[in-house]
């Protein structure tokens, strides 16, 4: 299956109901913290010269993961080569079977956000009613940044610092969800476009502190249905009185 058609499949809608649980999307996603390296090796293999798939996305894995925590450590701009080798246990030799260069990790990671991003909102083009596309749209794009937190922190906090090429990609994801969201928001009420664009940037900075400062909400014990309740919640509201 090329990557085009496993794009399709993606676009599905989930035939949930409103106000889902976390548990009832992980169960309908076609994407979680497991399935996704499927995905990964499915749209970047032939960048590879590792042909044996299992153990190619296994060392795949090892490496994007790796990425993340020495991210978080000393960032991914002083994040090198070897510093992969030495957290991976992969050789040097073996790093270049996977990737030229580190951005090709990047890149990875920035190719998954894009396109998860933009499949979100046709998983719930089943619900007849804009409000509740609406609040089934926020309520996916938080709980898949549950289920992929260290992706969607990746391109948070590092996305500035990518190349110019990249940088694009991640600007690109970003603005396409704000244009989701402003344009279900004009369909739930009658907002002037500057209205929905700004409502959708509110909106969308609430859900991005879900995955960027979770540490936060950890502390006051409130989960992520209780979160997800809460912005969908406070958005409608905002709609209906604007």
């Known amino acids: 299956m090329d ?29 979680d913290s497991q399935s996704i390296w499927d995905l990964v090796l499915e749209r ?3 960048r590879m010269t590792v042909r044996r798939a ?19 450590k000393v960032g991914f701009v002083s994040m090198t080569l070897r510093d992969l080798s030495r957290e991976t246990g992969l050789s040097m030799g073996g790093l270049y079977g996977y990737i030229a260069s580190k951005d090709d990790l990047a890149a990875m990671v920035e190719d998954m956000i894009h396109l ?21 749209t926020l309520r996916g794009h938080i709980y898949l940044t549950e289920l992929l ?4 922190y990746f391109v948070f906090m590092e996305s500035r610092m990518l190349d110019a090429s ?20 004009r369909d739930v009420g009658a907002l002037a476009t500057e209205q929905a664009e700004l ?7 609430a859900m991005q502190d879900w995955y960027v400062k979770r540490w936060k909400y950890r502390h006051k014990k409130i989960a992520v249905e209780q979160f997800a309740d809460d912005v969908c919640a406070m958005t409608l509201r905002l709609v209906a009185k604007t």
């Open 116 to 136: 998860l991003g933009g499949a979100i909102p046709h998983w719930f083009t089943d619900h007849q009613d804009a409000d509740a596309r609406l609040d089934a």
């Open 199 to 205: 409502l959708a940037g509110h909106t969308v900075a």
């Open 54 to 72: 299992d153990k190619a996305q296994d060392n795949l894995r090892k490496l994007i993961e790796a990425t993340f925590r020495l991210a978080n």
């Open 44 to 46: 970047h293999q032939q």
């Open 166 to 185: 990249q940088r694009q990609v991640a600007k690109a994801a970003e603005l396409q969800l704000h244009a989701d969201i402003a344009g279900l928001l």
């Open 149 to 152: 937190q260290p992706w969607f």
């Open 3 to 31: 990557g085009q058609a496993m794009f399709g499949d993606l676009r599905r809608p989930l035939g949930l109901p409103r106000q889902f649980t976390l548990q009832a999307f992980r169960k309908a996603a076609p994407v």
